[in-house]
DNA sequence: TGGCTCTGCATGTGATCACAAATCGCCAGT
DNA sequence: ACTGGCGATTTGTGATCACATGCAGAGCCA
């Protein structure tokens, strides 16, 4: 570019590539509202880039399914229906329970030692009521076990799901009232100790399915 | 733009839209061969765009996991590795008997004479070996059922897997050297006239993975 | 003859511009 | 006071340009 704004003595990654990873994150962290509406010049200027890598960035993002485009061409990020909510919970509960399974066999003690060590950071944030920061440890929590699944493409479309369910988990909540840490995460870690698949199976679609229920309310 | 190539009689959408949908079908009806490469100045040519729509298509693109960006931001269409397909057979199996069950209440006569007449239209292609006909033919054979399921955000899951698998569908259909009818289309047909929800979720995971057989050679 | 380098072409990236359309706000009329 | 219309501003879209980089083929040397 002909105005390098940070000097070149690390490695400079794309520009639409940065702007996106920041949009992504903070949509999947729950960070931006939803319906929240977005401008290209706007995240230029945030970004101190021009439109285009913008453009490129929030088409990625809409191609993934974090962001709304309106027939006019306006991005906002989406307010999900209950119905579509119940879908991607649905779509969550089968592609997570298959990535624990197949985790299951190649889950040693370090792995389950540093669940246990984001578990207590979930813990935290439930105790602190720090939205943000319980989707982000919760997050951490799965993507480090589904790691050790060896399915990168299944991961990628479970990160997806997260992605959409972004701007809504942080509505959904930040409704919840609770307290007590994430009972669910123990079953898990207890599952993944016996090695017992049924269980663990269950404690996975229990977990992902939960924040579910208050959608009556 | 400032040069309408068309006259604008007709309801035009915009030029990137365009281009998008058409490389995605061809993409997924297999009718690129894996590891083909493509520049933007070559398909805004092909579309008589300029780099911009071209860009922002192949943008999505490789989003979606259809195309595959090198680390100098040359985009071809993928190689799967033997890992990568049954990931995403496994994905197809999950997701699409899913779509399948939720289908079945909702599966009334009109919709299994058109699954019949659809898979009658399979058959002939198989018989006339035509590898993209019967991708595009055994798709929408999918996608009608599906479509009943009423699950937009499960349906566009499953063409993304769809999509990914495109390449490689055409290299592995084009391997097939059957001429017989799909059996499982039969059975799956079989089972929505009698209801029967556990033979439904075998046939369709049967005819999802079937295609995965031939790797070993 | 084989391997290496160097140069020129092809290609992706980002910025900027012109244009159309949509949106918002203001003002007049009732 | 409320509503409808109109104009200014904002915004997305596509084209084009300058630039850096990667790739390949030609030419050179051992």
Redesign the interface.
């Known amino acids: 570019m002909t105005l390098p704004t940070r000097p070149n003595t690390e490695v400079t990654t ?1 520009a639409h590539d940065r702007v996106y990873r920041a949009l992504r994150t903070r949509i999947m962290h729950g960070e931006v509202a939803p319906g929240e509406a977005l401008t290209l010049r706007g995240i230029g200027r945030d970004f101190g880039v021009s439109m285009t890598p913008a ?2 960035a929030v ?7 974090a962001l709304f485009l309106s027939s006019s ?1 306006r991005v906002s990020t989406p307010e999900l229906s209950n119905e ?1 909510i119940e ?2 919970a ?2 969550r509960a ?2 997570e329970v ?1 990535l624990a399974s197949r985790a299951l066999p190649r889950a040693h003690m370090a792995l389950i030692d540093r669940l246990q060590t984001i578990n207590s950071n979930v813990a935290e944030m439930v105790a602190k009521r720090d939205a943000v920061g319980y989707i982000r440890t919760n997050l951490e929590f799965h993507r480090t076990l589904y790691l050790r699944a ?5 991961l ?2 479970a990160e ?2 997260w992605l ?1 369910l972004g701007p809504t988990m942080r509505a959904l909540y930040g409704r919840l009232r609770r307290t007590e840490p994430p009972q669910d995460h123990r079953l898990i870690i207890a599952a993944l100790k016996a090695g017992d698949e049924p269980s663990l199976r269950l404690a996975v679609r229990s977990d992902v399915t939960k924040g579910l229920r208050l959608l009556a309310g």
């Open positions: 794309a453009r490129e088409r990625r993002l809409v191609a993934e399914g061409g579509r879908e991607l649905a779509l089968l592609i298959e060896q399915a990168p493409a299944m990628a479309m997806t799901v959409q």
